[in-house]
Nanobody
Framework: QEQLVESGGGLVQPGGSLRLSCAASASIFSRYEMGWYRQAPGKQRELVAVLRSVGMTIVADSVKGRFTISRDNAKNTMYLQMNSLKPEDTAVYYC??????????WGQGTQVTVSS
């Protein structure tokens, strides 16, 4: 069964850093656009960053300059490096694999809590 497996969430103080990882099967990783979304309590899920298939990266304004999305094709893994974390970054972060033809895949989510 195809799936996305996230890891790397946790509790961090404001100003700290975390790196999230999303491991996917080779078939997903090679054919889908990969991205990160997040959902804070009481809010809608929102885009954080996406690696488009044409080589373009989309990053939300709220995290621009602090978060970096990347991928390692040899490991079929996508990363989200999060620096200078703020309390408002607290959310469940989801890995997403998007296709214009097939249904999306979503990871199970990983909790990121920024608090002193």
């Amino acid at each position: 069964q195809e799936q996305l497996v996230e890891s790397g969430g946790g509790l961090v103080q404001p100003g700290g850093s975390l790196r999230l990882s999303c491991a996917a099967s080779a078939s997903i990783f090679s054919r889908y656009e990969m991205g990160w979304y997040r959902q804070a309590p009481g809010k809608q899920r929102e885009l954080v960053a996406v690696l488009r298939s044409v080589g373009m990266t989309i990053v939300a304004d709220s995290v621009k300059g602090r978060f970096t999305i990347s991928r390692d094709n040899a490991k079929n893994t996508m990363y989200l490096q999060m620096n200078s974390l703020k309390p408002e970054d607290t959310a469940v972060y989801y890995c997403n694999a998007h296709s214009a033809i097939f249904a999306d895949y979503w990871g199970q989510g990983t909790q990121v809590t920024v608090s002193s």
